[in-house]
């Protein structure tokens, strides 16, 4: 059984950084897609960032150009960092792993067969 635990989260000010982690463990074959998914208040999850096994990225809109996404395959562990942040950028911080591509799992929650307990992300004015 795959699990995922993440850390790193905190509170920053505006324009501040952070750096996310995401170690697996539990499987043979680590899961082929790794993805950031988070959920401020009141708001549905979103996909922030996914990586697949040959290293192809993709970020949403919102967040090209300050968030950088990695995997270390060696160590079983994804990576999510967080540069320039945003009072918009507060929520929970999910880590998911899926067996599809990155291409097919896409931003749909329900194609991640798993999931982290969240780290919570607040970013101050």
């Known amino acids: 059984q795959v699990q995922l635990v993440e850390s790193g989260g905190g509170s920053v000010q505006a324009g501040g950084s952070l750096r996310l982690s995401c170690a697996a463990s539990?499987?043979?074959?680590?899961?082929?897609?790794m993805g950031w998914f988070r959920q401020g208040p009141g708001k549905e999850r979103e996909g922030v960032a996914s990586?697949?096994?040959?290293?192809?990225?993709s970020y949403t809109d919102s967040v090209k150009g300050r968030f950088t996404i990695s995997r270390d395959n060696a160590k079983g562990t994804l990576y999510l960092q967080m540069n320039s942040l945003k009072p918009d950028d507060t929520a929970m911080y999910y880590c998911a792993g899926s067996s599809f591509t990155c291409s097919y799992a896409g931003s749909r929650t329900y194609r991640y067969e798993y999931w982290g307990q969240g780290t919570q992300v607040t970013v101050s004015s």
């Open positions: 539990g499987y043979t074959y680590s899961p082929y897609c």
């Open positions: 990586i697949d096994g040959e290293g192809r990225i």
